[in-house]
């Protein structure tokens, strides 16, 4: 069975300061992963996704992931930060049929002005 | 576009009570999903139905069943409610448990659940 660590509980950083969230998976096959990021009262709305091919991938708002499979790791990245970007962020890891996607317990970014 | 709707989006129940969480997608999805999410935990799978007319459970399934009424609607039912079931519930879907996952989910708002 597939599981995700989100070591970090709460980020914060000021506008305008690069961003990474960490991400560890562990899984025994080819992994599926996601960023998902969940604003206040709202559901969640997928950032990003890596299934194979180039081990950095974009996604919407100007954020970027790498997998880095050696570390087992899939760390999402943002060059500036914006007052707007301040959510909840999910790793999630999918299982190779497509049927089970499991959560890390979430990192809650603040931006500070 | 709606997408994926839920109702209600605040629920409180006594314990021993039970009730149904409604679920409708209007983007002809195939796979329906239920998650709970609570605080430090991420959002765990209760139960998912790859299409009409299928159900199979997920990781937390004990106290819950579910009903894939149509290819819309995929309904939750708890029928006698634990306080330990107090959480936020999302419904979400995907175009097809077939395509592994080069369909992402989509998620509906939420619906927050108290159990006193």
Redesign the interface.
């Known amino acids: 069975a597939q599981s995700?660590t989100?070591p970090d509980?709460h980020i914060t950083v000021s506008e305008g300061a690069s961003l990474e969230l960490r991400c560890n998976y562990s899984y025994g096959a080819t992994p599926?992963l996601?960023w998902y990021v969940q604003s206040p009262?709202?559901?969640?709305?997928?950032l990003l996704?890596y299934?194979s091919g180039d081990t950095l991938v974009q996604g919407i708002k100007g954020f970027e992931a790498e997998f880095k499979r050696s570390q087992s790791s899939f760390n999402l990245r943002k060059p500036s930060v914006h007052w707007s970007d301040a959510a909840e962020y999910?790793c999630a890891v999918?299982d190779?049929?497509?049927?089970?996607?499991?959560?890390?317990?979430?990192t809650i970014l603040r931006v500070k002005s | 576009n709606a997408g994926v709707t839920q109702t209600p989006k605040f629920q409180v129940l006594k314990t021993g009570q039970s009730m149904t969480l409604q679920c409708a997608q209007d983007m002809n999805h195939n796979s329906m999903y239920w998650y709970r999410q609570d605080p430090g935990m991420g959002l765990r799978l209760i139960y998912y139905s790859a299409s009409e007319g299928t159900t199979d459970k997920g990781e937390v399934p004990n106290g819950y069943n579910v009903s894939r009424l149509n290819k819309r609607e995929f309904s939750l039912r708890l029928e006698s409610a634990a306080p330990s079931q107090t959480s936020v519930y999302f419904c979400a879907s995907s175009e097809a448990i077939s395509s592994g996952w080069n369909s992402p989910l989509h998620f509906g708002n939420g619906t927050r659940l108290t159990v006193t």
């Open positions: 995700v989100q509980i599926y996601f009262g709202q559901g969640l709305q997928l996704k299934f999910f999918g190779q049929y497509g049927n089970k996607l499991v959560f890390g317990a979430g």
